[in-house]
């Protein structure tokens, strides 16, 4: 079994910027991908970034320009970047992990972010 664990969450103003992390525990090693869904209240959860063992990157058409997603040196932990963050950007943040055919998957508890004045 995998256990995701994130960390990086909070209120920031528009504009604003924060780094959300994801560490990886357990069985990792066939993890083939790692990334970040969010879902708002009352809205559908959606995907923000993931990364492949490979390095290859997938965003979400909202935040391209805006976020980065790289995996830190540590080979089980990636970090997505949200920079000119908007108040649209106020969700639930979850962390996800899956191997290549999806069939093992695994999700954080999630951190919330806020952006506000």
């Known amino acids: 079994q995998v256990q995701l664990v994130e960390s990086g969450g909070g209120l920031v103003q528009p504009g604003g910027s924060l780094r959300l992390s994801c560490a990886a525990s357990?069985?990792?090693?066939?993890?083939?991908?790692m990334g970040w869904y969010r879902q708002a209240p009352g809205k559908q959860r959606e995907l923000v970034a993931a990364?492949?063992?490979?390095?290859?990157?997938n965003y979400g058409d909202s935040v391209k320009g805006r976020f980065t997603i790289s995996r830190d040196k540590i080979k089980n932990t990636v970090w997505l970047q949200m920079n000119s963050l908007k108040p649209e950007d106020t969700a639930f943040y979850y962390c996800?992990?899956?191997?290549?055919?999806?069939?093992?998957?695994?999700w954080g508890q999630g951190t919330q972010v806020a952006v506000s004045s």
């Open positions: 357990g069985s990792i090693f066939s993890i083939y991908a």
């Open positions: 996800h992990g899956a191997n290549a055919d999806e069939s093992s998957q695994y």
């Open positions: 990364i492949t063992s490979g390095g290859t990157t």
